[in-house]
C-alpha cells in the first residue's frame, strides 16, 4: 500500500484500520463524496485510502510527482485548500488529474505530525461545483488532527526515544515484511569504540549527549532507501534498501567520518567500529548476527574501521 521510508512504518503496524475509520466518520459527517488519504514528501504522492470512488483514474495506490497532485499545495503551505472548480482555479486548471479524474470540488486539509512534518493529506472531491463549504473543511480538520495523533502514537512505539531511530521492535516488524524479498538488502551495525570510558570519565549525561550525536549523524548519512535503528546502549545499525556493500560503503564511510568529527565538539572519543554484510552471503533473519561479528572484528583492529 505505501511507499518505502518512514510511511512504511505504518502499514506494519495497525494503521489501515484506523485510516478507514477515518474515512468512514468523514463520509458520515459530510456525504458521500470521493474521500481519500494520502502520504506525501517532498518528491511523491500517494492515495494510500479512498472510499467512493470505484472507477481507475483516481484509486488506492496511485501514485504522482508531488507537483502533478492538489496536495503539493497542502503540503507547501500546511493549510487547508478549498475549491469550488478545479478546472476554473489557476493552481489546479492545467494538472492531467484535474481532467483524467473529472475534478471540480476539492477539499484537503493536511496531516501535520507533532515534529511540524506533513504526513499527508485527508481530502475530498466531486465531479460537481461547490460542494463543500467552511463546515467541510472544519470536520477534515478534527478528523486530521485525530489521525495525526494516532500516528504520533504508532511511531512512538517504533522509535527510540534518545535518537529517534527507530528500535527493536520495529526492526522485527521489518524483519517480518522483508525475509519473502529477493532483492538485496545490506545491514551495517556500529558501536562507540570508547563508550564506557566515556560514561565513566565525564558521565552518562555526556554519554547520552554522544548517543543523540550518532543518531544525528546516521540520519544525515544515510539516503532515502535506508533506514536507522538504535538497538540500545550505543549500538546502532543501518539497514539498506536495494544497496549492495560495495554500493552502501560511500554512506557507511560518511558514518565513520562524521563520528570521529563529534570528538571536536564533546571532547571525547566518539570514533565507532563497523560491520557490513548483505543477503547475497547470508539471509535476512541472520543479517544482525553476522554485523555483529564483523563490528567485533573491526573493534579487535583498533577501531574507527569498516569491516565486511
Not at 510527482?65 to 485548500?81: A, D, G, M
Not at 522509535?159 to 522485527?172: E, I, M, S
Not at 566515556?198 to 532507501?225: L, M, R, T, W
Amino acid at each position: 500500500m505505501m511507499m518505502f521510508g518512514e510511511d512504511h512504518v505504518l502499514e506494519t503496524l495497525t494503521f489501515s484500520k484506523v485510516v478507514q475509520d477515518i474515512l468512514d466518520m468523514a463520509n458520515d459527517l459530510i456525504g458521500k463524496h470521493t474521500l481519500f488519504i494520502s502520504y506525501m514528501n517532498h518528491k511523491n504522492f500517494q492515495v494510500l485510502k479512498i472510499l467512493n470512488r470505484p472507477d481507475e483514474q483516481f484509486k488506492e495506490g496511485l501514485f504522482l510527482p508531488i507537483e502533478e497532485s492538489y496536495c503539493h499545495i497542502l503540503y507547501k503551505n500546511k493549510q487547508h485548500l478549498l475549491l469550488s472548480d478545479s478546472m476554473l482555479d489557476e493552481r489546479t486548471k492545467n494538472l492531467t488529474i484535474t481532467e483524467a479524474a473529472n475534478i471540480r470540488s476539492y477539499a484537503g486539509v493536511p496531516i501535520v505530525l507533532k515534529n511540524g512534518v506533513v504526513f499527508g493529506s485527508l481530502c475530498s472531491t466531486n465531479e460537481q461545483v461547490a460542494q463543500f463549504n467552511g463546515h467541510t473543511i472544519s470536520v477534515l480538520e478534527k478528523l486530521a488532527s485525530f489521525l495525526s495523533y494516532c500516528i504520533d502514537l504508532e511511531l512512538s512505539s517504533v522509535k527510540d526515544a534518545l535518537t529517534g531511530l527507530y528500535n527493536r521492535v520495529f526492526w522485527k516488524h521489518l524483519l517480518t515484511r522483508l525475509s519473502g524479498e529477493k532483492m538485496i538488502q545490506t545491514f551495517l551495525m556500529l558501536d562507540v569504540d570508547s563508550f564506557k570510558a566515556i560514561n565513566d570519565q565525564f558521565g552518562h549525561e555526556q554519554g547520552d549527549a554522544v548517543i543523540v550525536e550518532i543518531g544525528k549523524v546516521i540520519k544525515e548519512s544515510i539516503p532515502e532507501y535506508a533506514y536507522g535503528f538504535r538497538f540500545g546502549g550505543d549500538e546502532f545499525g543501518v539497514l539498506f534498501y536495494g544497496k549492495s556493500v560495495d554500493e552502501s560503503m560511500i554512506f557507511a564511510e560518511k558514518i565513520r567520518l562524521k563520528s570521529k568529527q563529534i570528538t571536536n565538539m564533546n571532547k571525547v572519543d566518539s570514533s565507532v567500529s563497523i560491520g557490513m554484510v548483505d543477503t547475497t552471503i547470508t539471509t535476512i533473519k541472520e543479517l544482525m548476527k553476522h554485523a555483529d561479528r564483523l563490528m567485533y572484528e573491526s573493534k579487535k583492529k583498533g577501531g574507527n574501521c569498516i569491516s565486511l
